[in-house]
């Protein structure tokens, strides 16, 4: 099944919004006449509704880095479903190992925002991802089985063909440190074979599952490539409009 490249550049806390308005102006110029990939871009949430009002008819799509489950209520400093989808977001980054790491979020956590963020029509990008000390302990497939069983649990057929997949080892993101195409390839595969088990191959075949972690236009091509690998969800390398532009024409290379 074919599926169509998606790539993200997900800004994390970087940019202010005049700063962000600079860079998503530079990437419509540069990227006007792209075909054949999709593109998004994650700005903090403070720059979303200026990004959200410069990119409307745009091709680029419009992704949050993150929300809370619930639509409101006394949740200081968390964002709704409702609010991000009001600016216009089509896409929300969930389960990413940073928020896992420093904000305490476990499977069970990032289930209920999936479920929160399908409900109220986003789609998500559900990170998954091993560290260092859990691949070199061989623990890579049962950390990745853990959390997408985890991250899917309750969600049926119709649901999850909204969600893109991203595989990010820790120990890759912002490291300079990337898996060797053969390497994500490798866990690629086996996430989608557990989608199959979940669901059907049919839909395991459909959907997109990207690779993140220190992804350049130096190694891009080679990872794309892989049979299981859809694209990628772009870190450092998303915040120069002239880097991000070469990895989302990796086509051209």
Request: aromatic residues 8%; hydrophobic residues 40%; contains cysteine.
């Amino acid at each position: 099944m074919e599926r169509l490249p998606f790539i993200t550049g997900n800004w994390k806390m970087n940019k202010t919004v005049e700063e962000s308005l600079d860079l998503v102006r530079k990437l419509k110029a540069t990227l006007s006449n792209i075909v054949g990939v999709e593109v998004a871009v994650a700005p903090p949430f403070t720059a979303l509704y200026a990004i959200a009002r410069e990119l409307k008819g745009s091709f680029i799509r419009l992704a949050a880095q993150n929300l809370f489950y619930e639509e409101k209520g006394a949740f200081t400093g968390e964002v709704s479903p409702l609010m991000i989808k009001e600016i216009g977001c089509q896409y929300v980054i969930i389960g990413h190992s940073e928020r896992r790491q420093f904000f305490g979020e476990t499977d069970e956590t990032v289930n209920r925002r999936i479920k929160t963020a399908l409900a109220h029509g986003l789609k998500p990008i559900f990170c998954m991802g091993e560290t260092l000390k859990e691949r070199d302990e061989g623990k890579t497939f049962s950390v990745i089985e853990r959390q997408a069983e985890g991250g899917l649990r309750g969600i049926g057929k119709e649901e999850v063909k909204n969600i893109v997949m991203a595989y990010e080892p820790v120990w890759a993101i912002g490291t300079g440190k990337t898996a060797t195409p053969e390497q994500a390839e490798e866990v690629h595969q086996f996430i989608r074979e557990r989608l199959e088990r979940l669901y059907s191959r049919e839909i395991a075949e459909s959907i997109r599952i990207q690779y993140g972690g220190s992804v350049t236009p130096e190694n891009i091509k080679g990872l794309i490539r892989q049979e299981n690998i859809d694209g990628a969800l772009v870190g450092g390398a998303s915040l120069k409009s002239e880097t991000f532009s070469r990895i989302v024409r990796f086509k051209e290379m």
